[in-house]
């Protein structure tokens, strides 16, 4: 599994923006199909972005037009950036991903395609 490393959190007010990163040291992710988690206390963890091989994207309902997802694969780097964030957008946010063996990815959401996590980082909004 290729390591991966969240970092980009931190506390903003509602209607701010942050900019998650994901590095996989060492590792490119052309043959990774990647995505970004999140889970808030108490809550299940849920998708909230994923790519796929052509460079589409497939969002949560609750942050499209808000959050944009891309990535570097050739240097191994995924982002999150994250636009007029809410209160509720408050959660660790995870980078995901799973090896495609070759196939498309097709930007699922779904959350057992995935089996490669990152620790998290924790994104807080106040209002």
């Known amino acids: 599994q290729v390591p991966l490393v969240e970092s980009g959190g931190g506390s903003v007010q509602a209607g701010g923006s942050l900019r998650l990163s994901c590095a996989a040291s060492?590792?490119?992710?052309?043959?990774?199909?990647m995505g970004w988690y999140r889970q808030a206390p108490g809550e299940e963890r849920e998708g909230v972005a994923a790519?796929?091989?052509?460079?589409?994207?497939t969002y949560r309902g609750s942050v499209e037009g808000r959050f944009t997802i891309s990535q570097d694969a050739a240097k191994g780097t995924l982002f999150l950036q994250m636009n007029s964030l809410k209160p509720e957008d408050t959660a660790m946010y995870y980078c995901?991903?799973?090896?495609?063996?070759?196939?498309?990815?097709?930007?699922?959401?779904?959350?057992?395609?995935?089996?490669?996590w990152g620790q998290g980082t924790q994104v807080t909004v106040s209002s």
């Open positions: 790519i796929d091989s052509d460079g589409s994207a």
């Open positions: 060492g590792y490119s992710l052309s043959r990774y199909c």
């Open positions: 995901a991903g799973y090896y495609s063996l070759g196939e498309l990815c097709p930007g699922t959401l779904t959350l057992s395609a995935y089996d490669t």
